[in-house]
């Protein structure tokens, strides 16, 4: 498994031309991140939010380091209906990716078939969003980052990622009410994956929504909408 290897997930990180993605595919309505959580939830941080920058040289030189100077093949699962531009992300990260020698077998479908089949960890590469429920870093800890038992840590950590500091500061974190320690707690959980490279961070898809003139509404974070905060005015036809 070449992802076993740190210089195999960073070589992909540094090869993955954010930017490009941002304003080609995403039209200009994406934040590129390095976190796994976004501004708005409890524990973000902008100091933290720094990516490892594009560079094609440097992700060529790591995967010669790890032992793949010609590249190798893996296959790519991901949706084309559930997120914003969602096949065309990952036809854009096959992309830069084949500009290191890696091939990328893509596979799209719909949502339906998708998700269960990464579920069942069917999959050796694949796109994945996420929003915490709770507003908090901690949800993401617990799903996404810390390593799958039995008990329901890590059940969206489809990679096997694991790092037991990772998950000791993650309980650690559920149970703390003293909010500078949990803080101080998270962030080092967030620093300890991103040095791993745990995770290959993209982007926080913008919220775009349309209306007629005549109806007002507060937009959330989570996308969600009330009805009883919507409100329609005749008058203003």
């Known amino acids: 498994n070449p992802f076993k ?9 540094q090869a993955i031309d954010i930017e490009t993605i941002k304003t080609r595919v995403m039209r200009g ?5 390095a976190l796994m959580v976004g501004p708005g939830i409890r524990g973000f941080s902008t100091e933290q939010n720094k990516r490892l920058p594009y560079d094609v040289e440097a992700a060529k030189k ?7 100077a010609s590249g190798f093949e893996v296959g790519m699962n991901c949706p084309n209906d559930r997120y914003v531009n969602d096949a065309d992300i990952c036809q854009a990260v096959a992309a830069n990716l084949a500009r290191i020698g ?3 077998n893509l596979q799209t479908e719909t949502k339906v078939t998708y998700f269960p089949k990464i579920l069942r960890r069917d999959t050796s590469f694949y796109l994945l969003g996420w929003t915490p ?14 390593t799958p038992t039995d008990k329901g840590q890590g059940q969206f950590n489809l990679g096997a990622y694991s790092n ?9 974190i559920q149970s703390e009410t003293d909010q500078a320690k949990r803080n101080a707690m998270i962030k080092e959980a967030f620093d300890l994956h991103s040095a791993d490279v745990g995770h290959l961070p993209l982007h926080q898809q913008s919220l775009a929504w349309a209306m007629k003139k ?8 989570d996308n969600t909408m009330p009805y009883r905060w919507v409100t329609v005015n005749e008058r203003a036809k």
Not at 29 to 33: G, Q, V, Y
Not at 62 to 68: F, K, T
Not at 214 to 221: E, G, K, S
């Open 102 to 104: 890696v091939k990328v």
């Open 62 to 68: 790591l995967l010669a380091d790890a032992g793949y």
């Open 29 to 33: 309505a994406s934040l590129p991140t």
């Open 164 to 172: 037991p500091k990772v998950d000791e500061l993650t309980l650690k």
């Open 214 to 221: 005549t109806v007002a509404l507060t937009q959330l974070a």
């Open 5 to 13: 290897d740190k210089r195999v997930r960073q070589a992909f990180y």
């Open 133 to 146: 429920s709770t507003y908090d870093a901690h949800n993401a800890l617990a799903a996404l980052i810390a």
